[in-house]
């Protein structure tokens, strides 16, 4: 058992503080301290292929640096990283983005990933010129998967859908080789789309019961479309040497909140459409209500989860909180539940990355559960895989 690692770039900004935004928040709450510059975020990728993840996460939004125009230039400053892209269907062309793919990949081959984000806010759509509703947006997203990959292996497309006519469609570049998909949804429509198009289905860190619950919903939609799927989870985190160190950092990003900051972000957040964001906010809905909110082991929802910081962020709300040991321990949980891939971040995303490096990854190690490193891809060009200068020690 060898489970993938990727870290996060904070292309909104970051803080020592938790960034709130998007997901229904509002988007003047994003931000923090450290712009969201290329030299920043090189910093913390260069980092992460230091210690050997595999990619880091770039996300898309209006309350964040574009996407693909940050990836690019951050690849330049780093070897072997991948990066999870987020790609919007509906926002842009089928045959367009694919066209870009290839081009990425020609430039920085065998390390792009795509993160599809079908979209969970009407508003934020409506931004963008995309009117339609929440069933038609996964439609959409369907139609988009089918075209972008029948053009990646080099077809000539037509296509005419409910929500896309293409004509005579073809790339010059053939992404080589062509980007895993990753995909995340916990609403109905979703589910079909995530079968029949994800290599990796991406959820939200909740108690296992509710992920195992998930990753049996879509394996059995996968099995059915004759396909088998991996699994990835997305967790901020807090490992220091002691429990006792971790939940102080907990406690310390609290004190940064008040009860108007939160239900501000949670009046924002109760608007999105997204199912896993309502999950989101579910678990710690009691907590806001009778103030217990305040106290950090109040929101540990299963042992060393902690719901803290969806509290003021949208999407991924939760994070693992404990000595390395501890937080090692609960990634070989969810690793033996069937999660093959961890999406991880932490506050600040530079700061967090080190104390998850130096002391978390030797523990990964040492058990068997992380490689140090893996092969971005079988591609001839990009040679042997980056290792963690590492070595696994007993760190607590």
């Known amino acids: 058992m060898s489970v993938k690692l990727h870290w996060f770039l904070p292309t909104y900004g970051d803080s020592r ?5 998007g997901h229904g928040v509002p988007t003047e709450s994003a931000g923090g301290l450290r712009d969201a510059t290329v030299g920043y975020l090189s910093s913390i990728a260069r980092a992460a292929e230091d210690f050997g993840f595999d990619a880091a996460l ?17 690849a330049r400053e780093t070897e072997r990283l991948g990066f999870l892209l987020a790609l919007q269907p509906g926002l842009i062309s089928p045959t367009l983005a694919a066209q870009m793919t290839g081009t990425f990949t020609k430039h920085a081959p065998g390390r792009l990933l795509i993160n599809i984000v079908t979209g969970g806010e009407a508003a934020t ?34 296509h005419r859908g ?3 006519q293409i004509e005579g469609a073809s790339i010059p570049t053939l992404p080589v080789p062509a980007p895993p998909i990753y995909f995340g949804g916990s609403s109905a429509p979703a589910g079909p ?42 967790l901020h985190v807090i490992a220091r040497d002691t429990a006792e160190a971790a939940w102080a950092e907990a406690a310390r990003l609290l004190s940064d909140l008040d009860e108007d900051v939160v239900r501000s972000a949670q009046e924002g957040l109760a608007r999105s459409e997204s199912s896993g964001q309502a999950a989101m906010r579910e678990l710690h809905a009691a907590h806001r209500a009778d ?9 540990e929802i299963a042992p060393n989860l902690w719901a803290g910081v969806g509290l003021v962020r949208g999407g991924a709300g939760t994070a693992l909180v404990g000595s390395h040991r501890e937080v090692a321990d609960a990634i070989e949980s969810y690793a033996a539940l069937g999660i093959d891939e ?16 130096e002391g978390v990854i030797p523990q990964l190690i040492a058990r068997g559960v992380f490689d140090g490193g893996p092969t971005h891809t079988d591609d ?17």
């Open 342 to 357: 961890f999406v991880l971040s932490g506050y600040p995303h530079l700061e967090e990355l080190f104390w998850f490096g």
């Open 162 to 164: 409910e929500h896309l």
């Open 58 to 74: 770039t996300p898309a939004g209006p309350w964040c640096e574009d996407a693909w125009i940050t990836t690019a230039m951050v």
């Open 17 to 21: 503080s938790i960034v709130g935004g």
């Open 193 to 234: 789309v995530a079968a029949r198009h994800a290599d990796v289905y991406l959820t939200w860190g909740e108690p296992h019961a509710a992920v195992a619950a998930k990753l049996e919903w879509i394996r059995g939609l996968a099995a059915a479309q004759g396909r088998t799927v991996r699994f990835g989870i997305r």
């Open 125 to 158: 759509q409506r931004a963008y010129g995309d009117s339609l509703d929440k069933a038609a947006r996964y439609a959409r997203t369907d139609e988009f998967l089918d075209v972008i990959t029948a053009l990646w292996r080099g077809e000539t497309v037509n």
């Open 380 to 396: 001839p060009r990009l040679g042997a895989g980056l290792h963690s200068p590492f070595v696994p020690t007993a760190a607590s």
């Open 291 to 299: 103030g217990s909110w305040r106290d950090p082991r109040s929101l």
